[in-house]
């Protein structure tokens, strides 16, 4: 029996699946579907163009060599991506790309914006009285990708805020939508891809500009009658990075404005980078065409840095500030704060105030002593695997059930509960716990949040659950 494309393709990903690791084959690789085997050609199907451009990017030369034991060295790698639709009126549609031909075919823009006189534009920037010919960034140089320390819980943004900076508008990656807690890295990023995409693109104009600042803007326009002034300084932006999206909540008028030059900067190719404490899906009071623009491009979230970046993040800090610091005590402090990167900066730098001060070393026994109160007063994160862990353990189901599938009751209770719990004792988004538990989506634990609620007020025996498990999860 001769080879096929689902033969050729099962083999190479064998050999890619020995690679790599199992996270990053289960996000790259069991998505993609062989299409078509022509000889020495393998048309592959993969699920949007940032696929394409993350496996042209991380993968290639492991594809190759999969690809070559294959169909020898004359092998060829042909994508078929479907894109989503982006524009209401437009059909999906698919384009091929052999990956030796880097142009993509992607179909012409329809209605071309009109080019605007900078000449005859205000800027709100400018304060009234002094005169200047450029616009200024608004760019804090303090933040940049040299001191952005890369972990695994922010790889992906990194990796993707470089590529932006790199080629503006010229990625999949636009809007890139940045989000995450409180302290995590997102208005540094945003300053840093900002900051880089000026040094790479000198040509190119780039704004960095917070969300209520914006909306103050907005609000002094149509005060001043410029609306139109306003509108048109923010379509002439190249880069445009705008922090805090979720401020626009509630703000029906700025919500039009924003739509507006959003839609302008697109279809222009321009690059618009945001930021936000949210996915986009769990912004609450947002127009629904704006939420469906922030997914466009490439959501990528910011997570609390684990033990490894927390140590590099002191260690580049110490070096930075030539300050010598005991391994243990650097230990100490990466195990104890855990919550985010402002917090860890924080704690790090009450230790060197409290040597100073005192005048004296800086030892494990003045690091415990200085941290003591704040971590005691701090509670302890409750992981959303500590809860899912917790309620299997209480109902005696194996953890894998209630990721399964399977609609038993006694699975889907427990399944609805850890996703209640998660919503109650973490700061997760509720897409970010579906995700986690069963890979729902976040209506699914809408759902089972408003379920429990209503079991726990008409059902004594599962009230009782609720109770007792709120109790074990709590006490850590």
């Not at 070559?68 to 004359?74: D, H, I, P, R």
């Not at 494990?364 to 509670?379: A, H, M, V």
């Not at 994160?381 to 059930?401: A, G, L, M, W």
Request: proline share 4%; net charge positive; charged share 25%.
């Amino acid at each position: 029996m001769g080879k096929t494309a689902e033969s050729v393709w099962k083999n190479c990903l064998n050999f890619v699946e020995d690679n790599i690791q199992e996270q990053a084959f289960k996000t790259w690789f069991i998505p993609i579907q062989p299409v078509k085997l022509n000889e020495n050609v393998l048309t592959i199907q993969v699920p949007s163009k940032f696929f394409y451009e993350w496996l042209e990017e991380h993968y290639i030369k492991l594809l190759k060599i999969s690809l070559q034991k294959e169909l020898g060295k004359e092998a060829k790698l042909v994508y078929s991506i479907v894109m989503d639709q982006k524009y209401s009126g437009k059909e999906a549609y698919t384009v091929k790309i052999p990956s030796s031909n880097k142009e993509k075919m992607l179909p012409q823009e329809v209605d071309a914006p009109m080019p605007i006189d900078s000449k005859k534009v205000k800027n709100p920037f400018i304060i009234p009285g002094l005169q200047k010919i450029k616009i200024d960034s608004q760019l804090n140089t303090g933040y940049n990708f040299h001191n952005f320390i890369e972990g695994e819980t922010n790889r992906l943004a990194r990796s993707a805020g470089k590529a932006v900076a790199k080629r503006p508008g010229g990625t999949s990656f636009n809007p890139l939508f940045i989000y995450g807690g409180v302290g995590l890295g997102k208005t540094h990023l945003a300053h840093a891809i900002g900051l880089e995409a000026k040094e790479n693109h000198p040509d190119k104009t780039v704004l960095y500009v917070s969300t209520e600042k914006f909306t103050q803007q907005f609000i002094e326009a149509v005060r001043n009658n410029n609306r139109n002034d306003f509108i048109h300084f923010y379509q002439m932006i190249d880069i445009l990075i705008m922090d805090d999206v979720q401020f626009l909540s509630g703000k029906k008028a700025t919500q039009d404005v924003f739509f507006h030059i959003f839609n302008h900067l697109h279809q222009r190719g321009n690059q618009i980078i945001l930021t936000s404490d949210k996915p986009p899906v769990d912004i609450q009071d947002m127009e629904q065409r704006l939420i469906s623009r922030f997914k466009w491009g490439l959501s990528a979230d910011l997570q609390a840095p684990d033990y490894d970046t927390r140590l590099s993040i002191l260690n580049y800090k110490i070096e930075k500030d030539g300050i010598e610091m005991p391994e243990d005590v650097l230990d100490y402090i990466a195990k104890s704060i855990k919550t985010n990167v402002r917090e860890l900066e924080g704690s790090l730098n009450s230790i060197i105030a409290q040597a100073t001060l005192n005048k004296k070393e800086i030892t494990l026994e003045l690091t415990q002593k200085t941290l003591s109160n704040f971590i005691n007063n701090t509670r302890k994160e409750i992981s959303i695997d500590y809860i899912q862990r917790t309620v299997c353990d209480y109902f005696k189901i194996p953890i894998d059930e209630i990721q399964s599938k399977t609609r038993k009751r006694d699975v889907v209770q427990a399944r609805q509960l850890a996703m209640y719990f998660a919503k109650k004792f973490t700061k997760a988004s509720l897409s970010s716990i579906g995700s986690q538990i069963g890979n729902r989506d976040h209506a699914t634990v809408l759902h089972a949040c408003k379920t429990v609620k209503n079991l726990s007020e008409t059902d004594k025996v599962f009230r009782g659950y609720v109770e007792e498990l709120s109790r074990k999860i709590s006490v850590e």
